[in-house]
């Protein structure tokens, strides 16, 4: 097994610390390296990461600022040279919190913690593959896919409409369609469909519920051989 991580720390020797104990763990591949919380964000939309590498004091975004802009929470381990934080990193159910500078056999023993979570989690999600988790209000709520009218992209945000309410995440679509099943189409760069919510189609427009969705010339043809047509 192996964990695509990333690591998030102002400073550079700690930074660079990190990274060597990383790179001597054949179980962690690391996908970039961050000076702060908003160079973090903009990697954590784009790729889908297993563990977070996180120092907690940081100018202008602190790790526990960037937790609370998380649609989607991987597997968090802490860095940090206090232990004052130890009651936080409970309320956001980290993974584990590391002192620095961090020994070698201590940075072992979190990564065998951090493994041991994800074989669990995969495990969990075998059974459960009818539904994403979206977090709302510092909780994490499932959404069944049966539920879902339709996603639509808002800029740096995606609204997820369900049959009664929505959901506002940070995320991105390319994201999100890598996780929906194959109930579900992008027919717009601004919207992904669930099929089974259609109500009629049109020449460039499509209709879910009571929502005028227009359709790409690029995904109608993908769109038409999806449907049953008689």
Same mark, same amino acid.
């Given at each position: 097994? /192996? +964990? ?14 990190? *990274? ?20 973090? +964000? ?11 590498? +996180? ?7 602190? $790790? ?10 991987? *597997? ?14 409970? *309320? ?12 070698? +056999? ?11 979570? *994800? ?7 075998? $059974?459960?593959?009818?539904? /994403? ?9 499932? %959404?069944?896919?049966?539920? /879902? ?5 808002? $800029?740096?945000? %995606? ?48 209709? %879910?519920?009571?929502? %005028? ?18």
């Amino acid at each position: 097994m /192996i +964990l695509r991580c990333i690591i998030v720390d102002d400073e550079t020797m700690a930074r660079k610390a990190l *990274q060597r104990l990383c790179e001597q763990h054949e179980s962690l591949q690391i996908i970039a390296i961050c000076e702060n919380a908003t160079q973090a +964000l903009t990697v954590l939309a784009d790729q889908e990461i297993d563990l977070l590498w +996180l120092d907690v004091e940081m100018p202008e975004l602190s $790790g526990f600022d960037l937790l609370d802009r998380l649609p989607i929470m991987p *597997q968090v381990i802490l860095t940090t040279s206090k232990t004052d934080y130890a009651f936080d990193a409970f *309320q956001y159910q980290v993974t584990d919190y590391l002192k620095k500078p961090i020994a070698q +056999l201590r940075f072992k023993l979190a990564v065998e913690k951090a493994l041991a979570a *994800q074989k669990k989690q995969e495990q969990v999600q075998m $059974g459960d593959k009818k539904a /994403i988790y979206v977090k709302s209000d510092g909780r994490y709520v499932r %959404v069944p896919y049966d539920s /879902i009218m339709y996603i639509e992209n808002t $800029g740096d945000y %995606v609204k997820i409409q369900t049959n009664s309410q929505s959901f506002v995440v940070y995320t991105t679509m390319k994201s999100l369609e890598e996780k929906l099943g194959t109930q579900f189409l992008r027919v717009h760069r601004s919207y992904i469909i669930n099929l089974d919510k259609i109500v009629d189609i049109e020449e460039s427009n499509l209709v %879910v519920a009571s929502k %005028v969705i227009p359709i790409s010339r690029a995904n109608k043809s993908e769109l038409m051989s999806r449907l049953n047509l008689l």
